[in-house]
């Protein structure tokens, strides 16, 4: 019984873990190409999930019409974002572009419900809400699709990066700005096929998470979920989000099975963080992020 | 560029400045000020309930007002921060508000000493500091309806019924939010748990419990519990809802305290038909039968407008109208009791106490205030999904009112 | 502040540094202060003085918050728990030991420190955005330790009743009176904080922020440096906690979360980084904003909406304008409200006759 409970306990945490990593794959693309640190990652996501789910439910739209409103609407919102926010505090100390971030997370914050209204709203993506029976082992449906999900993009993504044009290109960008200029690489250009990505990744994280647990303004609490998963993998590592989010999804579930019954307190929320800062002792740049070397 | 910013910002000064100062005047009537949620955590609270307030007190002026005096009700929101709710009492106090609402657990325990200072009385239905029910310790602090310890003893009550009145050797699970409101229930339910012999274990879900998987398949699938009750805000009630759908459980065996069933819950949680037989404890009623609530409707068509959009949240809405009928008919007895509309919040705190089994067609509770008992009797009434909508599943009900009171006493 | 010179005639590195550099400077310093300290509370009502109040327990914070993110260029994004931590230790102190406030308020600045140096420690390995994270950490650990310790957190409503403080027999119960005491402490906390940053030290943490490789080769002791960055400005953000404690009767973590810690740093970029005078309008401008929109909201948002619906739109559209207002600054003008102050004053030296 014990060992049974502690192996659907880890199966159920991995998958959860996945579903962190979606999020947070769209935290580290921004990061790595642009240099920017999107504090706003939960609100992306939300804000996401609040236009499929409100032209769903408040407009009558069917699912595959209310998905390509959102997706315009991340791919527009962000090019906007991109072009008139971002681009002008590039340079700027990161303390500027994390708090304009925060702002724009306190903006979505109040837009959203200000359009759509602030109740809680289903997004039904047709996924089954009965237990998923395999032998002995109880796992939700919407986990199962979530990590699928999030495993197929992570793979289209890491394609993508490694082999098509585009994606070298963005290495490039990522790797220094002065010479993928010079390469003839238009920079700019890839910002924003960045953040565009960064729209479509909210979008998909946006639907897995919002069928999980609903629609409203407080699924951008999933955005401080996403800090260790980064921290852990390395901020500017594709591999490391994967492993990161695994191992937080683990390291979640297992706190809450078998640490919460002796400190008597929720423990979920905070031990990956206390788990991030033992890494970060020993390795600073996290798992697998780059070091960065500084010069007078 | 720089000259333009520079005279936009003066500009902007001067404006706020003028602001400030025209607010300073103010008409006579009576005034009420109430502390909202609006954008903050709890706001599929906040955005139902305030409005239901001003629909009632709207009712109230349209028909002539409080024995022939307007209300006013200014509303300010505090994004459920401590800091802001003080800077809004303050603001209240100024204007002369006669009552005031408070909304929030911390807030409260933060604005409590300043009411009994300032003697205006002041409400926090159905959250604060249960001890704080306690009128000879806290004679302006009104909870106004069943604070948690009342409502634990109201779960226990019905649980127990459900189990077929035997609670020996049966396995409870109370799931909470891992804060201080979250925590205020346990030393009722601990006490319980010896009194009727049932096994009590707690699950905590720190704030804001977007995802809590792996503690509801704990007490499915490890702990196997035979009832569970829950205490959860904001998203929680909704996700709570769901997980214990995905992992089989019957949630005919859940029940909810106070805040964790709006219709908003159930629509987040995936619709009726997905939370068929969860339980939730109410202190107002639901539904959209009430007389009250049809007069309101009939206001808004006299006006040429839609009903309130806001009614089909029925949980919620109900709960602001019973705010504003206590808050309303407690200035009544004090009009009453004084002769003349110049009342204080002195006088609003004597008609708090007057209060005598106000009904208002069913809608509320026998509400009915001691010196002691400022929770009007702690009552609570269990509605449970079916079909559509919530119907009720018993009666009000007091459980365990001698244990409640005892502790009040005692603090 | 107001005066204009007509050149700078300054020859020495002293004058240079001078609080006053000319006497009419410390003629409107003594203006300022008998018109908050003389004027305002009589000219004032209650709740106006209750603004103020929260504005100058703002400041306190943010200076602190300024000099490690400012000065010294080490992003914290827990400065809201260090302020938890002065909270309960002044709460404690004072409901346990019946200590008068002008022992628990350096105390309780002082135990904040104390953890403020622990959470530093890892600022000698991480650096830049991880560090950032890493106070992150700090903070919901405090906040998971406060609310899971009753011996600290005073019991299972981890909230604790503050006394009001005593000044010499006299209780300072309503909000006129907390304005002396609170404003006092202010004054403190801004002198402290101008004569640190011109001191040695002060110019440590500048190299520390602007080089740090090179503060070190010319014999800046960085860690020792960092370390005392994150002491001084969690001392300060102790003593913020305690002034909150005061004025809201109860010290309870739950006002000293993450969106705490995420609108101090909002005033300090608002206010202009690396600013002492950036840090008093970051904190007035970011805490008077809320209330100036819905005061600006209650007066004219009628015009446009009807009032049912307004209450909810002046929530939502606080809470847009508020982001908006950040971003937009950030944007047009990084420097912040220090550095628009700045601008105000150059145009004003040559005015009327600028070309």
């Known amino acids: 019984m014990e060992w049974q409970f502690l192996f659907e306990l880890s199966v159920n945490g991995l998958l959860t873990g996945m579903m962190y990593a979606l999020i947070a794959v769209g935290f580290v693309l921004i990061y790595k190409s642009t240099d920017a640190i999107n504090f706003a990652q939960g609100e992306f996501v939300m804000i996401a999930a609040i236009v499929v789910a409100g032209m769903a439910t408040n407009y009558g739209f069917p699912l595959i019409a209310a998905i390509a409103v959102g997706l315009v609407f991340m791919i527009v919102f962000n090019l906007a974002l991109e072009r008139f926010v971002l681009r002008p505090m590039i340079g700027r100390p990161i303390v500027a572009i994390i708090m304009a971030t925060i702002g724009l997370a306190l903006v979505l914050q109040g837009a959203g419900p200000l359009v759509f209204g602030a109740g809680t709203k289903p997004l039904d993506i047709g996924v089954p809400d009965e237990p998923l029976i395999i032998g ?46 010079a390469m003839g690489i238009n920079v700019e250009r890839y910002f924003a096929l960045a953040w565009i990505l960064a729209g479509v990744v909210a979008l998909l994280g946006g639907l897995v998470w919002g069928s999980a647990i609903g629609v409203d303004t407080q699924m951008a609490a999933l955005g401080l979920k996403v800090f ?38 929720g423990t979920k929320d905070f031990t990956p963080y206390v788990l991030m800062i033992l890494v970060l002792m020993f390795r600073p740049y996290g798992m697998f992020g780059k070091p960065i070397i500084e010069r007078i | 560029m720089n000259h333009l910013k520079t005279g936009l910002l003066m500009a902007g000064m001067v404006a706020g400045v003028a602001t400030m100062a025209t607010s300073a005047v103010q008409a006579k009537t009576l005034i009420v000020g109430m502390a909202c ?62 009552v005031v609402a408070l909304w929030g657990t911390p807030m409260t325990q933060a604005i409590t000493p300043n009411l009994n200072a300032d003697h205006i009385p002041g409400t926090s239905p159905g959250f604060g500091t249960a001890a704080a029910a306690n009128g000879e310790k806290y004679p302006y602090l009104f909870p106004m309806a069943a604070s948690y310890w009342s409502q634990a003893g109201a779960a226990v009550t019905f649980a127990k019924q459900e189990l077929g009145g035997d609670m020996k050797g049966k396995k409870i699970a109370f799931i909470f939010y891992d804060n201080p409101a979250g925590r205020e229930p346990l030393p009722v339910l601990d006490k319980l748990a010896k009194m009727e012999g049932f096994e009590l274990k707690k699950f905590a879900i720190p704030p804001p419990g977007v995802e809590m998987k792996v503690q509801v398949q704990d007490i499915v699938r490890r702990y196997r519990a035979d009832f569970v009750i829950s205490h959860l805000f904001g998203k929680g009630p909704a996700v709570h809802i769901k997980e214990f759908k995905r992992m089989g459980f019957p949630l005919k065996k859940v029940l909810s305290f106070v805040w964790g069933a709006g219709e908003s819950d159930i629509n987040g949680a995936g619709g009726w038909a997905k939370a068929q037989g969860y339980n939730a404890l109410n202190f107002a009623g639901v539904g959209s039968d009430y007389a009250i609530l049809d007069e309101i409707k009939a206001m808004y068509k006299a006006q040429g407008k839609d009903g309130p959009k806001q009614m089909v949240n029925s949980v ?87 244990v409640v009171i005892e502790m009040l006493k005692a603090e | 502040m107001f005066h204009r010179e007509s050149g700078y005639f300054k020859t020495s590195y002293q004058a240079d540094m001078a609080l006053y550099p000319l006497p009419i400077a410390k003629y409107t310093i003594w203006a300022f202060l008998a018109i908050f300290f003389v004027a305002c509370p009589m000219l004032l009502d209650e709740y106006h003085l209750s603004i103020i109040n929260l504005v100058a327990i703002a400041v306190v914070g943010v200076l602190g918050l300024n000099i490690l993110v400012g000065y010294t260029g080490q992003i914290s994004i827990g400065h809201a728990a260090f302020m938890s931590v002065g909270a309960y230790t002044a709460a404690n102190l004072a409901t346990k030991l019946d200590l008068p406030f002008w022992l628990t308020v350096p105390l309780g600045g002082l135990m904040a420190a104390f953890i403020g140096i622990l959470v530093g420690i890892p600022s000698l390995r991480i650096k830049g955005l991880y560090l950032a994270i890493a106070t992150l950490a700090a903070q919901f650990i405090i906040e998971w330790i406060i609310n899971h310790t009753p011996s600290i957190s005073g019991g299972v409503a981890a909230s604790i009743e503050m006394p009001r403080p005593v000044f010499f027999g006299m209780e300072l119960a309503n909000q006129a009176e907390l304005y002396y005491f609170l404003m006092f402490i202010m004054v403190i906390a801004i002198i402290g904080a101008l004569n640190l940053v011109r001191s040695r030290i002060g110019r440590s943490f500048i190299a520390v922020r602007d080089q740090e490789i090179a503060a070190e080769i010319i014999g800046i002791n960085v860690f020792k440096t960092k370390l005392i960055a994150f002491a001084v400005s969690s001392f300060y953000a102790g003593v913020c906690g305690v002034m ?66 307004l209450a909810q739109v002046i929530a939502q559209f606080r809470l847009i304008i508020f982001g908006g207002l950040i971003i937009v600054f950030l944007v047009v003008e990084p420097d912040g409200l220090a550095k628009l102050w700045q601008n105000i004053r150059n145009y004003f030296r040559t005015w009327p006759f600028s070309y």
């Open chain 1, 136 to 181: 002995p082992l109880f796992m939700t449906p919407i986990d199962v699709v979530g990590a699928a999900i999030s495993i197929a993009f992570l793979a289209v993504f890491g394609w993508f990066f490694m082999k098509s044009r585009k994606g070298v290109a963005m290495r490039a960008v990522a790797d220094s700005h002065m010479t993928s200029i």
């Open chain 1, 228 to 265: 260790p998963v980064v921290i852990l993998g390395g901020l500017d590592s594709i591999i490391g989000v994967v492993i990161g989010g695994l191992i937080i999804g683990l390291v979640e579930a297992l706190a809450a099975g078998y640490v919460d019954p002796f400190v008597g307190g």
């Open chain 2, 37 to 98: 949620d609006r954008t903050g955590p709890t706001q599929s609270v906040g955005v139902v309930l305030c409005p239901a307030y001003h629909d009632y007190v709207k009712l109230i002026n349209s028909k002539g007002g409080v024995m022939g005096n307007k209300v006013k009700v200014i509303e300010i929101d505090t994004q459920y921060k401590v800091p802001a709710s003080v800077e809004a009492y303050q603001r209240f106090k100024k204007e002369g508000a006669v």
């Open chain 2, 316 to 402: 919620y809405y109900n709960r602001g109208i019973l705010a504003a009928a206590v808050h309303l008919k407690a200035m009544e007895m004090a009009i009453k009791a004084k002769g003349s509309g110049d009342i204080t919040g002195e006088d609003v705190q004597k008609g708090f106490l007057a209060i005598k089994d106000f009904r208002l067609d069913g809608i509320l509770p026998p509400l009915d205030f001691t010196e002691l008992d400022h929770e009007g009797g702690g009552w609570a009434r269990v509605f449970r999904v079916e079909g559509d909508g919530f119907v009720p599943a018993g009666d009000w009900l007091r459980g365990y009112r001698d």
């Open chain 3, 244 to 309: 909150y404690t005061y004025y809201l009767g109860i010290a309870n973590y739950e006002n000293f979360q993450l969106i705490t810690s995420i609108d101090y740093l909002a005033m300090v970029i608002i206010g202009g980084l690396g600013s002492i005078l950036g840090s008093i309008f970051g904190a007035a401008f970011i805490t008077m904003l809320p209330i100036v929109i819905r005061l600006w909201m209650e007066a004219f948002g009628s015009i446009f909406v009807d009032d049912a619906a």
